[in-house]
């Protein structure tokens, strides 16, 4: 599995205002945590069939994606479930190993603590969390994508206001910035999409009215009534656009989708319905 690394201008200088104030070991093992969370991702991903091989280290994090991918919502859930238990079994096999040998803790206790951290976090049902991308798939099951968003940010507006009257509170005695840092993260990340995370569906038309001036091609594909649609969308690519013709068992035509009608469809209806449900109302 090859996997691409990119480095968000943004997050060098942080790095380097970090390293300036003697925090370089810390910000180390960190960077180091995120890279293997987010590699976690890329490798269940691929042995479930897709591609996510792009790491960018961002100025909050790290972020993986990949091309043109929308997972089945089960899917979904292995992949967000990877980074944090990679995380988690680091920590567990980190103590085990301070336990068998306590000389080790003094120099894997930073690396340790940065995955429980990472690995425990990323576990909130909050966007764009890990957390928040599993409750969206489990919601999405029953209920449409644009329901199942709508509820997990009012999740995290929810999580985000107890974490800033925490600090409140936390003012009274010695205050707690982080929670107000971490509070407001939640609120700005529940509140704007997040257009970078690899569960959402990727918009093509938009790129493809600009390359419709010189021209592009149309494919079409035949179908099934009975296909899911997170199917059909793994068929759309970013220099076509695509038309899907639905048949029947005798190979007679029952309808015919278009690449719009698919887009519209996956705000309304959970990715798992499948063609016939549709068609037939």
Known sequence: MKVKLSIHPVFIIFAVILGYLGYFSLL?????????????????????????N?????PYG???????CFFSKTDEIKVALAGPILNLFISVFGCALWWIEPVTYAYTSEFVYSNWVVGIVNLLPIFPLD???????????KYSSKQAID????VGIILSSLLIVGFLITTIYVPNYTMLVFGGFVFISSVVQDKASY???????????IKLRSGIKIKEIAVTKDMPLYRLFSYLSRDELTNFCVLSADF???????????????????ANTTLDSIITK
């Open 54 to 58: 792009h790491i960018t280290l961002m």
């Open 28 to 52: 180390f093992f960190y960077v180091l945590t995120l890279v293997l969370h987010e590699c976690a991702h890329a490798f269940v991903a691929q042995k479930l069939g897709y591609k996510l």
């Open 62 to 68: 790290a972020a993986v994606s990949g091309q043109d």
């Open 199 to 209: 569960y959402s569906s990727i918009d093509f038309l938009e790129n493809k009215q």
């Open 252 to 270: 007679s035509v029952i309808a015919n989708i278009s690449e719009i009608q698919l887009k519209d469809w996956l705000r309304v209806y959970p």
């Open 151 to 154: 509820t997990v940010r009012k």
């Open 131 to 141: 957390g928040g991308r599993i409750l969206h798939a489990i919601l999405c099951k």
